[in-house]
């Protein structure tokens, strides 16, 4: 399957996939730190003025 391409395409299609790969854990782990983020939004208004007397 690969053995006829040249080697700068394998270098290309090696990086691409490098890249692919690269961006996918940066974006998920931007996604569990937006989730992270959910779980301390206080649930009222008391909770959320509370925060700023502790």
Do not use: C, H, K, R
């Not at 996939?17 to 940066?26: D, E």
């Not at 939004?41 to 007397?53: I, M, R």
Request: proline letters at 2%.
């Amino acid at each position: 399957m690969f053995g006829s391409l040249e080697w700068s395409t394998l270098q290309q299609l090696w990086w691409f996939i490098v890249s692919l790969v690269g961006a996918l854990f940066i974006f998920l782990t931007f996604v569990q730190g937006g989730q992270t983020l959910l779980l301390t939004v206080p649930d009222s208004e008391d909770e959320n003025l509370s925060a700023f007397y502790l």
